[in-house]
């Protein structure tokens, strides 16, 4: 059972959710299970590889997906492109909302907050809107990705650009997530007052299983 402090994040005019393990989650023990889905074992070990490649070769540390998928041309050519929609298509498939978060979300929606979404994703911000509108979530301002400002949570520069274009100062903000990295570190550079939760085998994705 996750427990959300909800008066914590009620005293606060804007409140920040982290999107993946937080607002939905996939119905698969770990995220790379997607990529299986998407094309197989052998495709799996090629689509991690690819990603961890292309987050090196980025000067900010965050690549998108066209940036991973460039990289996998190299072996799958032309099959590249549809193992991308296939991936994009098992991304849809397989989300489902978090309904612990997802109801303290309604409440504040109701209570008039205003709520910002910001992920360290590859994912392009229309196919994570996507899986949002298809878990039930609407309502809140912006969402922020990182590969499309080039700076991320983990350094805590993307909340900081969130605050900036918005004009939050950030004794009035709250994040909630399940990245101690990005969530919890990532919003204390900031200045954030961070919400850790809960993520769905933690101990097995730590160790890359």
């Known amino acids: 059972m996750i427990k959300i402090p909800l008066k914590k994040l009620m005293k606060k005019d804007a409140v920040f959710f982290d ?45 998108t997906l066209e940036d991973i998928y460039g990289l996998l041309r190299h072996d799958y050519g032309r099959d590249a492109d549809s193992l991308m929609q296939s991936e994009l298509q098992a991304e849809l498939t397989h989300c489902r909302a978090k309904q612990e978060v997802y109801g303290v979300y309604q409440q504040l929606l109701a209570a008039g907050k205003n709520i910002y979404l910001i992920s360290d994703m590859y994912l392009p911000s229309r196919v994570i809107a996507a899986m949002l509108e298809k878990c039930g979530y609407c309502g809140y301002k912006k969402l922020y990705v990182s590969n499309e400002w080039g700076c991320n949570k983990r350094s805590g520069k993307l909340f900081a650009l969130v605050l900036e274009q918005n004009g939050i100062s950030p004794s009035g903000a709250v994040h909630v997530g399940d990245s101690i990295k990005g969530d919890f570190i990532g919003a204390i550079k900031a200045g954030v007052s961070p919400v850790l939760i809960g993520r769905k085998n933690r101990f097995k994705r730590f160790l890359h299983l």
């Open 19 to 63: 999107v993946f393990d937080t607002l939905i989650e996939r119905d698969v023990s770990v995220p790379s299970e997607i990529f299986k889905i998407a094309g197989g074992e052998e495709f799996c070990e090629s689509r991690k590889r690819a990603e961890s490649l292309a987050m090196q070769n980025s000067p900010c540390g965050e690549a």
